[in-house]
């Protein structure tokens, strides 16, 4: 009897430290993940296996042992287990990336579609898994083991090839790359985000690939995905526009690629996108209508068979079938981050409830935060993590009040004015984090999502949901849907209706989000006033400028294509604008981030020619920037003639000190070749003077040499991306540059930059820079033998590929430098 009750005490005992050690474990947990991703370069497995194992047994003695105060051992035993797994995990993944040594070569491989196809101007862009490869000629290392997960760009423009369907396996032709995109300061990272995909590499289909066979027990979910997207394209695309249609697939089977771009840029400056994703709103919406639903269902069928409600009692039945009804709709939905932290959260809850227990809102949401980590511990990556936790950690901590004994009208204004406030604290709260994502904050975003959140949650949501099923009713939600956006972009079309600061830096982020949390809860106005202080530095940054007399030179990674952004200390020109990226342009993708990043007001344009490796997506910088000056070797070419001024050799103006200057195309007998009419821009002057040439041959080159023989640069862009027709040497002989700067996609079909011109740079002592292999490059007048490569910056082993593990096969430059 003793020993008994001495074990009963002992087990006590340990419980009660479990539930006071729980938040220093998890804490520990989500804190050891986090920290493994600062890692530049990764260990071995075994190093990390070791690690974990390590951290496990730590945490099962702290616990067995549960001594008073022993929570901070438990807390440093969980940080090294998470640290041990992700690193773990992660070396896994470095293993099964393409080689750098194979960028470019091409495979015979046979392939499987694991996911939805989507459309691209060319064809179609799918996840498959890799099932087989053959090289094609001799390769200097081997391919990662098989299968892997590879993301493919299929060309259908060319060879007529049908559209993959998920479970199917195709055989063909693949040119295989890593998941490298452009690098630059700001803007999407394609190594990154191939990372939390699992991708081991990107390819594209040489030739027309061949459909080997179908699989329909492969990949139900992905089919059953496709099929209903498929089903509900052809019903509505006849009558409706594809933003509608697009707005309806998303929220029924998560396929946000549906949304066409011009539909994304309203859904940005309306601050909806929460909307749009399978967000806790629907899965919450549709666990309590299944709930509903299933104990009404489920009590009626007690009423005949009173044994079962005895047996399994209604709000049981109700809460375990609604749950996993809507992990089901989830998972159908893509299963995004704001889907798994709500069905995390909503598990917890029904589990206590029924347990007859609770927890403290922020044990909960520690909870689910660590699980969605211990799933995908590269969500701490991603914008949607944050933002949805941050977001419900502040809704939770308003402790709203339900008035469930109030009459239907009370509990009517209740629900308004829930929503009115829980609209401008989210809106707040999450401003600061807004503007260290994207470096914007909607300004009609309250006003537009006290329209849509109970638009989409209670009426376009349920009736497209319903609609898979009874098609008449899908086109009710697309009447809504349609509503909707006739509202939404009038308000996105308002004067102001996006506030754009630079972007602020992730340390004035954290600090500013912490103060909007405090100017947001019901607290004495006096503790709120220091929320208030603490946001102030956030909203005081600049981004720092040149000092006057100097200028700096910026030349994003925009792929086989040109553009530079020219800073002086109060002005900013832009210089070309890059070429088409998909359904986008080098302009909205690239540019204009990062022109809103560093808080610049576009002064000038120019427009050196109109090939649209150049030009593409001028009209978007001047619809941002209305007042900015246009220069263009042919001024017709941009639309009204009277508002854009021809460059012409002898133009010039001064901007802080720093002198601008045309040199090329003459003022008289423009010449006829678009080449050879680009605009010649010289900024500064001497050793210090930045040459932007466009695209001219070596024929202009020599006139412009002939007519300015002094002409010096520090930093000179090759002209043409590197062509052999360009930076001849009698170019080079006479501007003496410090550095030649090459903008070229890697792997381009040009084979840019040629290697004639490299042997004609490297011959004369001059360094050399491309954007393929630095990415961004950024040189400053004030210092000019150095520059800045935006790739030398991503200091974190999930941006550097398979370079990352030191055991991965060593990488080779993919360009012909």
């Given amino acids: 009897m003793e020993h ?13 430290w479990v539930r006071m050690a729980w938040v220093p474990v998890l804490l520990g947990w989500v804190l050891g993940c986090g920290a493994q991703l600062l890692q530049s370069g990764l260990w071995s497995a075994g190093h990390y296996a070791v690690a974990a194992a390590a951290g496990g047994v730590g945490l099962l003695l702290a616990g067995w042992r549960a001594r008073p105060g022993g929570w901070w051992m438990a807390a440093v035993a969980a940080a090294v287990l998470g640290w041990g797994q992700v690193g773990w995990r992660a070396a896994d993944m470095a293993g099964r990336l393409w080689p750098a040594a194979l960028d470019g070569s091409v495979w015979q491989a046979r392939w499987q579609v694991v996911d939805l196809p989507r459309q691209h101007p060319h064809g179609h862009a799918v996840r498959v898994q890799v099932l087989a490869l053959q ?8 391919p990662p083991p098989l299968p892997i997960d590879v993301w493919l760009h299929q060309r259908d423009d060319r060879t007529q090839t049908p559209a993959p369907w998920p479970g199917q396996i195709w055989q063909g032709q693949l040119r295989l790359r890593q998941v490298q995109g452009s690098a630059n300061p700001r803007g999407f990272d394609a190594a990154a985000w191939g990372w939390r995909q699992g991708l081991a590499a990107q390819a594209t289909t040489v030739g027309a690939p061949a459909w080997v066979r179908d699989e329909p027990w492969a990949y139900p979910v992905a089919r059953a995905r496709a099929a209903v997207r498929e089903s509900m394209r052809q019903r509505l695309a006849q009558r409706f526009d594809a933003a509608t249609v697009g707005l309806l697939v998303a929220l029924v089977t998560g396929d946000q690629a549906s949304i066409p771009a011009p539909g994304w840029d309203v ?5 909806v996108a929460h909307l749009v994703a399978i967000s806790g709103l629907h899965v919450t919406m549709f666990a309590a209508a299944a709930v509903l639903a299933l104990g009404r269902l489920w009590r009626a069928w007690g009423r005949r068979r009173p ?4 047996r399994w009692p209604a709000p049981t039945v109700a809460a375990s079938a609604g749950l996993a009804l809507a992990t089901a709709y989830a998972v159908f939905a893509g299963w995004g981050i704001p889907a798994q932290r709500t069905l995390l959260m909503l598990a917890i809850v029904l589990g206590l409830r029924l347990g007859g227990r609770s927890w403290p ?19 701490w990556l991603q914008a949607g993590f944050w933002l949805s936790f941050v977001a419900v950690a502040v809704l939770f901590g308003q402790g709203w009040d339900v008035l469930l004994g109030a009459g239907w009208g009370e509990r009517w204004r209740a629900a308004a004015l829930q929503l009115w406030r829980s609209q401008w604290v989210v809106t707040l709260a999450l401003a600061p984090l807004l503007l260290a994502w994207f470096g914007q904050v909607s300004l009609v975003g309250l006003l537009a999502n006290l329209l849509a959140v109970p638009w989409v949650t209670w009426g376009i949501t349920p009736l497209a949901l319903l609609g898979v099923a009874v098609p008449v009713v899908l086109d009710a939600a697309a009447w809504l849907a349609q509503a909707l956006w006739w509202a939404l972009e009038r308000m996105a079309a308002w004067p102001g209706a996006v506030w754009h600061r630079p972007v602020v830096p992730w340390p004035l982020a954290a ?35 040149p000092a006057p007399g100097t200028f700096e030179v910026l030349l994003p990674d925009v792929g086989q294509g040109s553009a530079a952004i020219v800073r002086t200390a109060r002005h900013t020109l832009v210089f070309d604008t890059g070429p088409p990226l998909g359904q986008r342009s080098a302009a909205e993708r690239v540019l204009l981030p990062q022109l809103r990043a560093l808080g610049a007001r576009v002064d000038a344009v120019v427009i050196s020619h109109d090939d649209s490796d150049h030009a593409s997506g001028a009209s978007r910088l001047f619809q941002a920037w209305p007042r900015a000056q246009r220069w263009h070797s042919s001024p017709a070419a941009l639309g009204d003639p009277t508002e854009v001024l021809p460059c012409r050799a002898g133009g010039a103006w001064t901007w802080d000190g720093v002198p601008f200057t045309f040199i090329h195309p003459p003022p008289d007998g423009v010449p006829a070749g678009d080449n050879e009419r680009s605009c010649v821009l010289v900024v500064g002057q001497g050793e210090a003077a930045a040459v932007l040439p466009g695209d001219i041959p070596a024929t202009v080159e020599q006139a412009i040499v002939a007519a300015y023989p002094r002409l010096r640069a520090g930093l000179l862009v090759a002209a043409h991306h590197g062509s052999r027709t360009s930076t001849s040497d009698v170019w080079l002989d006479t501007l003496r540059p410090r550095v030649v700067a090459i903008q070229a996609g890697a792997g381009n079909r040009y084979g840019h930059p040629h290697p004639q ?37 991503r200091a974190f082993y999930w941006q550097a590929g398979a370079t990352a593990l030191t055991a991965a096969v060593p990488a080779a430059s993919a360009t012909r430098e």
Avoid: E, F, K
């Avoid at 008994?4 to 009660?16: F, V, Y």
């Avoid at 090289?135 to 081997?142: D, E, F, I, K, L």
């Avoid at 859904?267 to 601050?271: E, P």
């Avoid at 405090?518 to 102030?536: C, F, S």
């Fill in 757 to 793: 011109v490299l042997q004609r740079v490297q011959a004369r002592g001059i360094d050399v820079v491309s954007t393929q292999r630095c990415g961004a490059i950024t040189w400053r007048s004030a210092a000019p033998r150095q520059w800045d490569c935006a790739r030398d910056g």
């Fill in 267 to 271: 859904i940005r400056a309306t601050g």
């Fill in 307 to 310: 044994t079962l409600l005895l």
């Fill in 511 to 545: 600090l500013a989000t912490l103060g909007a949390y405090v100017l947001v809860q019901r607290w004495p106005w006096l503790w709120r006033a220091w929320g208030a202080l603490l946001l102030w530095p956030a909203l005081a940054w600049r981004v720092p400028t």
């Fill in 135 to 142: 090289a094609v000629g001799s390769t200097p290392a081997a």
């Fill in 361 to 379: 809102w922020p044990v909960t949401w520690l909870t689910a935060l660590a699980a969605v980590l211990l799933i995908d511990p590269w969500a």
């Fill in 4 to 16: 008994h009750n001495r074990d009963a005490t002992l087990t006590a005992h340990r419980a009660a």
